[in-house]
């Protein structure tokens, strides 16, 4: 495992100068006074310097928690990557990068449900069913959202398929296994970051379908507004929730080191 992480690391570092060279060639593309822009910017950024954090917590922490911790890198390294392609196609043609989010959430979404599994696993005994259950919710949620909205399927009918998925998360993180083994058996801190994560899949997921049900359903919306409210909702979702499993991890390690 550390020498996973550390492989993580190089490679991540090594991203990141990628990154930072391709974009010194092209930062002539982005126009003073495009927010959109800069908040694709902010983003890409802010996740790729999470993602050395995360590992580095992994590193230092390390043992069971390493697992999760390197889950959530993996979540803001993928969706770095995207960011920065995501950003080239807003400056370059002013358009929403559709395929390239719904190619990130295909991948971060079910790493983000996993670590409700692995927080509990590093905690108690699961089965491997809230796993499963999880993973099946996200398919059905994303799967149908997309050919709705590339056009594939009616939109109305990809969003109705896509909200039961979600539901059946929710309905998981709030009344099935997953809540009953936080509830009964996970020390306190990480009882608070269930609880945390539970309410962004609930609070900060929403932003996604009420997106798309402005710009598909209700005759459609200013394209900057949704990348914008698209890009802060990330945030929440991909960098604070690794924080809430962070917080989860650092105090569960240093109860344990003070016992
Ligand atoms: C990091 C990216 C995240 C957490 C993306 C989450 C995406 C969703 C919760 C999407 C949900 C949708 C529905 C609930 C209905 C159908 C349309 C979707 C796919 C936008």
Known sequence: MQK????MLLLSGLTVSQISLAAS???????????????????????AASTIFFLMEALRLGG???????????VTFIAAFHYFYMRDVWVTTGNTPTDFRYIDWLLTVPLLMIEFYLILAAIATVSGGIFWRLLIGTLVMLVPGYMGEAGYINATVGFVIGMLGWAYILYEIFAGEASKVAAGQAPPAVQKAYGLMKWTVTIGWAIYPIGYFLGYLAGGTDEGTLNIVYNLADVLNKIAFGLFIWYAANEDSNAKSHA
């Open 25 to 47: 060639n092209d930062s002539a593309m982005l126009q003073s006074g495009d927010f959109v822009g800069y908040s694709f910017w902010l983003i890409s950024m802010a996740l």
């Open 64 to 74: 069971k928690w390493a697992t999760s911790l390197t889950v959530s890198a993996l």
């Open 4 to 7: 996973m992480i550390k492989a």
